[in-house]
């Protein structure tokens, strides 16, 4: 490996382990100062809502006047402090409009690193899955940092405590520092600034493509359920009785690591369609998992297992795959503003949609007392609905979505 491709690698490893390091202890910390879950569901969400506003406007300038890796130098500094200051916070009207102002300067990154990565790299199908692997083993070393490591040095678990919070703020401000050294990503399109291009509407033509239409609507829909994912299984875990699940968590990065390293394998041999396909029908295979998992004996306890570690997988085969495809679909003078778009569509718009709905449902519809535990969820409901809505999904994807296995950039005539 170049000395490029590892500080890329190593780029993708912070940016992945700042998220993990918050996102996924998140649920046990609001717990702790009484949020209520519908509370819960928009502090996730908030990522949903910073994905819809700035990612794509902030890739569409970048496109045409900034270096991206000064852009992620910023946002990272920026956020770092929004981050901070977030985590002194203990109650809802203080907290959440701080984590939105952090998710608004994190959510742009994802499009950028991509950019960056694929703009210095020869071969995105082969050496793009390489260096992305590494912000699955970042988002693992996130899950022991905050998960099993303070109880192997005797603190015991800091998933409630603010700590995560604050090893997120610290990792934003040293890839704020660290993207200095990136190799430098300059603007590639050329044009004045207008409305059009503050919008990101220059990306917009990707949606006259029937098969890059069909392949965003179906992105849109896959992540309303897999929001249930992000903001229900470390709760869900915990309650019926799993220890470390902030730690535990982290084996479906394990998979990850796998199935990514086989990921160009994959494309080349099934073609990117049945690539995706794989990742659509690992996903709801995984809640299946999780509606018969439980911690009563060896048997129903290891499905859990099974469940985290199909979440990688599927994650592999369908977003990593989604980057690539989107990247392969775009004409390079709005490559950015296409990374951009397809992060609106999926942990925009599609995760807004599916945090809000995973709240109001276990809110209102997958909540009861009993005599015996008291107030608890009926968490089988909550994963049967989300399979249910994974096949359905799946079902659209194959009918109307007909791609060449040689996939042709589509013409920009602006």
Avoid at 114 to 131: G, H, K, L, M
Avoid at 295 to 312: K, Q, R
Wanted: with cysteine; proline share 4%.
């Amino acid at each position: 490996m170049n000395k490029i491709n590892i500080k890329l690698s190593s780029m993708m490893f912070i940016e992945w382990f700042i998220w993990g390091a918050w996102f996924v202890p998140l649920w046990q910390f609001l717990s702790f100062h009484n949020f209520s879950a519908s509370q819960i569901g928009l502090c996730y969400a908030s990522t949903a809502i910073a994905a819809i506003f700035s990612p794509i406007i902030v890739g569409s300038i970048t496109d045409r006047y900034f270096a991206a890796q000064k852009v992620l130098s910023v946002l990272c500094l920026v956020g770092a402090l929004f981050m901070y200051i977030a985590a002194q916070q203990t109650t809802f009207t203080l907290f959440f409009p701080l984590l939105l102002l952090y998710t608004l300067t994190y959510m742009p990154t994802i499009a950028l690193t991509n950019t960056i990565a694929f703009s210095n790299v020869s071969d995105v199908e082969r050496y793009f899955p390489r260096i992305r692997v590494l912000g699955t083993i970042g988002w693992i070393a996130s899950g022991i940092a905050c998960g099993f490591l303070p109880g192997w040095l005797g603190f015991g678990d800091i998933s409630a405590s603010n700590i995560p919070l604050i090893i997120t703020a610290l990792s934003s401000a040293l890839l704020g520092i660290f993207a200095l050294c990136l190799p430098n990503t300059p603007p590639k399109s050329t044009g004045k600034i207008s409305l059009k291009v503050i919008l990101g509407l220059d990306a917009i033509i990707l949606l006259k493509d029937k098969n890059f239409r069909t392949f965003a609507f179906c992105s849109f829909l896959f992540c309303i359920p897999l929001a249930f994912y992000y903001t229900f299984s470390n709760g869900y875990l915990s309650e019926i009785g799993m220890k470390n699940a902030t730690g535990w968590l982290s084996l479906g990065q394990v998979s990850e690591i796998l199935f990514m390293l086989c990921l160009p394998l994959f494309m080349k041999r099934y073609g990117i369609k049945n690539v995706l396909l794989l990742g659509l029908t690992t996903a709801a295979i995984r809640y299946g998992f999780f509606i018969y998992g439980g911690v009563d004996n060896y048997f129903i306890y290891s499905l859990l297992f099974i469940g985290i570690l199909l979440h990688g997988v599927s994650y592999d085969f369908y977003f990593v795959t989604a980057y690539v495809y989107v990247d392969k679909k775009a004409p390079p003078e709005i490559r950015t503003a296409a990374q951009g778009l397809i992060t609106l569509c999926c942990q925009g718009f599609g995760s807004l949609v599916g945090y809000n709905l995973g709240g109001t449902m276990m809110e209102y519809f997958f909540k009861y007392d009993t005599p015996q535990k008291g107030l608890t969820f009926n968490w089988g409901g909550m994963w049967g609905f989300g399979a249910i809505m994974i096949v359905i999904i799946t079902l659209i994807f194959l009918l109307f979505f007909r791609e060449k296995r040689d996939i042709e950039p589509i013409k920009n005539n602006n």
